[in-house]
């Protein structure tokens, strides 16, 4: 009976620091939804507005964090980001990272769960980030006030914040606006959105800067739409910028 409670315990214990190392998974079921800034308010390459249908994924429910992405390196070898001015907490976003850097991480994940496990598409986090099929409409990810759902240039006091520690949108997903923004898969276009493809979009076939999502906590609420859309270069190391993984079964 002992060793029977003595087993339990170290299953529950392994579980536990499973899902701390790893990221959490929500699941996101397809649809289509109107993608681009329907409000009236954005940039030019948020238009124009497009009918979009994508398939069932899951999406990590915070971004990457620090505990997270020191695991992986633990476990492969390769070395921490530069560390930022507020140094390492464990509940952070990991920041300083490339596109490929995050690549590396999610091939690295899709070994350890037998499962493909990617970057999001920006039209798979647009999606996710607007609260798939339960969406209220809102300007920022779950809500459209960005005070309750994400640090900013008006609450953050200049510096990062613990993930999670706002309001989540529909899907119960966290920091979709604000705190960082997020490395997707796509190349960048600013036109992109005229020719964009009505099923699964990938984003452009040439061109050498990637998409960025979210805004972060030194930028203005504008930046944090859910359809607002930036650039930045593969190779960039900034402190304000990190990634979320999704998952998708192997066919």
């Known amino acids: 009976m002992k060793t029977l409670k003595l087993t339990l315990v170290t299953l529950?214990?392994?579980?536990?620091?499973?899902?701390?190392?790893?990221?959490?998974?929500?699941?996101?079921?397809?649809?289509?939804?109107?993608?681009?800034?329907?409000?009236?308010?954005?940039?030019?390459?948020?238009?124009p507005t497009h009918e979009v249908?994508?398939?069932?994924?899951?999406?990590?429910?915070t971004e990457v964090t620090v505990a997270q992405y020191r695991y992986y390196c633990k476990a492969t070898g390769v070395?921490?980001?530069?560390?930022?001015?507020?140094?390492?907490?464990?509940?952070?976003?990991?920041?300083?990272?490339?596109?490929y850097d995050a690549i590396n991480y999610a091939d690295w994940l899709s070994d350890k769960l037998d499962q493909i496990v990617r970057l999001p598409y920006e039209t798979e986090w647009e999606y996710a980030a607007r609260g798939g099929g339960e969406t209220k409409g809102y300007k920022y990810s779950g809500s459209s006030s960005m005070a309750d759902v994400?640090?900013?240039?008006?609450?953050?006091?200049?510096?990062?914040?613990?993930?999670?520690?706002?309001?989540s949108n529909e899907l119960g997903l966290y920091d979709m606006s604000g705190n960082i923004w997020e490395w997707c898969m796509d190349i960048y276009d600013?036109?992109?959105?005229?020719?964009?493809?009505?099923?699964?979009?990938?984003?452009?076939?040439?061109?050498?800067?990637?998409?960025?999502?979210?805004?972060s906590f030194n930028d203005g609420a504008a930046y944090s739409r859910v359809a607002n859309r930036r650039l930045d270069s593969p190779e960039h190391v900034v402190y304000s910028s990190g990634f979320r993984v999704v998952s998708v079964k192997k066919k």
């Not at 994400?150 to 309001?167: E, F, L, M």
Request: cysteine-free; charged content about 20%.
């Open 12 to 47: 529950i214990i392994s579980n536990l620091a499973f899902s701390q190392n790893l990221p959490e998974m929500v699941a996101v079921n397809g649809g289509t939804f109107t993608m681009g800034d329907e409000w009236g308010i954005g940039n030019t390459d948020e238009l």
């Open 53 to 61: 249908t994508i398939k069932s994924f899951s999406i990590s429910q």
């Open 79 to 99: 070395a921490m980001p530069k560390e930022p001015s507020w140094g390492w907490q464990n509940n952070h976003p990991i920041v300083n990272v490339t596109w």
């Open 150 to 167: 994400g640090w900013y240039s008006d609450n953050s006091d200049n510096q990062i914040h613990t993930v999670a520690s706002k309001n």
């Open 190 to 215: 600013e036109d992109y959105y005229i020719n964009s493809p009505k099923n699964n979009p990938k984003g452009a076939i040439k061109g050498d800067k990637r998409v960025v999502r979210g805004g």
